[in-house]
C-alpha cells in the first residue's frame, strides 16, 4: 500500500477515480469518505446514520459494496468508486434505477441510492437472484416508507432487463 503523506497544513493528499473521473484532492485525517463525496458535489450519496446501519450511503469501491459513512476518506487512495450517480441519469437512467422508479418502490427516495447501488453489486455478482438473495442482500438497507415488497420486485424487474441484454 502507497504511503499517504500530509502536506503542510496537515491534509493527505490522495488520488482515485470517482465515477470513471480521475481525483485529486486533499483531505482532514478525520473526513469521512462520505463527507468526501458530497463535498465533491455527488449528493446522490445520502448521508444517514454515521453508524452503517442504514446503508443510505452505500457506494461500489473496487467492485464492493461499501458503506461511506464507516470509511477515512483517504481510504479511497487509489480506488474506483462508483456512487449512484456514476449508473445513469433521468436523461438515462441504469436498469437498475429505471426498475426501482417502474415498480414504485421508490416512495420519499432517500434509502434508494442505497438500495439500488446494493442491488448492482449483487446482480453484478447472482444476475439471477433468488428471493432469498434479493431479501439477503437489502438486509442492510433500512426503509422506513415500505414493507420492501416493491424493492425485491425492483431488484427482480432489474435482474430480468440486464439478463435480455
Known amino acids: 500500500m502507497k504511503k499517504l503523506l500530509k502536506n503542510k497544513e496537515g491534509l493527505i493528499e490522495i488520488g482515485f477515480r470517482l465515477n470513471g473521473t480521475e481525483i485529486k484532492t486533499s483531505v482532514k485525517p478525520n473526513e469521512t469518505l462520505l463527507e468526501l463525496i458530497r463535498r465533491l458535489g455527488y449528493k446522490g450519496t445520502k448521508k444517514g446514520c454515521d453508524t452503517g446501519d442504514c446503508g443510505s450511503c452505500t457506494i461500489i469501491i473496487d467492485g464492493i459494496a461499501k458503506v461511506s459513512c ?79 415488497v416493491k424493492q425485491i420486485e425492483a431488484v427482480k424487474i432489474a435482474a430480468s432487463k440486464i439478463n435480455k441484454k
Open 70 to 148: 464507516l470509511l477515512p476518506a483517504f481510504y479511497a487512495e487509489g480506488k474506483e468508486i462508483i456512487t449512484i450517480e456514476g449508473l445513469g441519469d433521468v436523461s438515462n437512467p441504469h436498469p437498475i434505477q429505471k426498475a426501482y422508479a417502474d415498480s414504485g418502490a421508490v416512495q420519499c427516495g432517500f434509502c434508494i441510492p442505497g438500495m439500488i447501488m446494493t442491488t448492482k453489486f449483487l446482480l453484478d455478482r447472482k444476475p439471477k437472484p433468488s428471493d432469498s438473495d434479493i431479501k439477503h442482500a437489502l438486509d442492510g438497507n433500512l426503509c422506513r416508507c415500505t414493507g420492501y
